[in-house]
């Protein structure tokens, strides 16, 4: 059988022990537990401090990117050619055709051929009015961003379907 040695917890070493127990060694255990106490309320009080601050930063940041998205993201009306045709369609023509289109393509499967109908015959200024008319729509998508018209026919239509849209309305997409 072996014999079981127990340890005793503290201070067993005799030189720690007579360090410790001298007005020297007290006074450097006092000020190793001062020191402790001291870095322990500093960073409580850069917590305090810091915590706060990144809140801020993070607030302001959240700020910026919505109004940086929000300006980027944001529809441009195209501009007329006055050197080419005045548009062919009236305002009312162009947003019932905006609407057709984007009934169109809206949800699943879009239409190509109702597409193609109702921007055959437009000149470069009509294809225009009927941007300016689509504007930005949402798409099925919650979580995506708005598309303008070129968009959203990029978006739905394959690149033949792309080219067959194109053979109707040349040098417009």
Not at 11 to 16: E, I, R
Not at 65 to 84: A, P
Not at 113 to 141: H, P
């Amino acid at each position: 059988m072996m014999k079981r040695t127990t340890k005793n917890k503290g201070l067993s070493n005799p030189a720690v022990l007579a360090a410790a127990s001298s007005p020297a060694g007290q006074k450097a255990i006092t000020d190793f537990t001062g020191m402790a106490k001291a870095s322990a309320e500093t960073s409580s009080k850069i917590a305090v401090e810091v915590v706060p601050f990144l809140i801020k930063i993070a607030v302001a940041g959240v700020i910026i990117y919505y109004v940086v998205n929000k300006f980027t993201k944001r529809f441009v009306k195209l501009g007329y050619n006055t050197n080419l045709a005045a548009a062919n369609i009236s305002d009312g023509q162009a947003s019932a055709k905006a609407n057709a289109i984007y009934e169109a393509m809206y949800g699943p499967g879009a239409n190509m051929e109702l597409v193609a109908s109702q921007i055959r015959g437009l000149n470069y200024n009509g294809w225009i009015k009927v941007y300016n008319a689509f504007g930005q729509k949402a798409g099925a998508n919650p979580f995506g961003d708005d598309l303008n018209l070129s968009e959203w026919l990029v978006d739905q239509f394959s690149t033949e379907d792309i080219a067959q849209l194109r053979f109707v309305l040349p040098g417009v997409f």
